[in-house]
């Protein structure tokens, strides 16, 4: 079955600490992905990356990294944690193919910034 | 105005009933379509995937796509309390870096 864990459920910080979120996923998958959630938002794209050590910006990077080092782990990045980064971000990844494979998620983690 | 737009509900049935569940598009390149299932506080969930128009069973599950008429459906039929949650379409055009596209969501409730 497929598994994508992300490293915390529940995660609080403080105004300009960095901040790291971890996923991993089982599934020997190329592409991996960030998103945030926010009521009324929906789902939108930080990050993705499609391997190792690459990385492409989606719709609103602004404020964040991410880091690839190895195929399993992608890990999003908080330079300077602003309240307005208060959200529920998911991590999900997919398999490289010819047709476009569907996304699995991990169960999210809701970050609270103060 | 959005690329995908989905209905946010609330939508409330009694249990049995059919439910059905929509999303318009624009982007007449989505060849790829997809429904999750969320529920709450969880990620969302792959419930169906369909490549091009046509129908797609699963159980009490079925996804219809129109391309001519850029819509989406998923019926849920017999529905059941357990089908409680947010639903969410998405879709992809072949060779889009972004990957998908997704709906806003659609809350069901499901009363016994």
């Known amino acids: 079955d497929v598994k994508v864990t992300q490293s915390s459920r529940y995660l609080v910080k403080r105004t300009g600490e960095k901040v790291f979120l971890e996923c991993v996923q089982d599934?020997?998958?190329?592409?991996m992905f960030w998103y945030r959630q926010d009521p009324g938002l929906g789902l939108r794209l930080i990050y993705f990356s499609y391997d190792v050590k690459m990385k492409e910006k989606g719709d609103i990077p602004e404020g964040y990294s991410v880091s690839r080092e190895k195929k399993e782990r992608f890990s999003l990045i908080l330079e300077s944690a602003s309240t307005n980064q208060t959200s529920m971000y998911l991590c999900a990844s997919s398999l490289q193919g010819r047709r476009r494979q569907p996304q699995h998620f991990g169960d999210g983690t809701r970050l609270s910034i103060l | 105005q959005k690329e995908v737009e989905q209905d946010p509900g609330p939508l409330s049935v009694p249990e049995g009933a059919i439910v059905s569940l929509n999303c318009t598009y624009s982007?007449?390149?989505?060849?790829?379509f997809m429904w999750y299932r969320q529920y709450s506080r969880k990620g969302p969930e792959l419930l169906m995937y369909?490549?091009?128009?046509g129908n797609k069973e699963d159980g009490r599950f079925t996804a219809q796509v129109d391309k001519s008429s850029k819509y989406i459906s998923l019926f849920i039929r017999d529905s059941q309390p357990s089908d409680s949650a947010t639903y969410l379409c998405a879709m992809s055009a072949r060779g889009s870096a972004r990957q998908l596209t997704f709906g806003s969501g659609t809350q069901l409730t499901v009363l016994p």
């Open positions: 599934m020997d998958h190329e592409n």
């Open positions: 982007n007449s390149a989505f060849q790829y």
């Open positions: 369909t490549y091009s128009s």
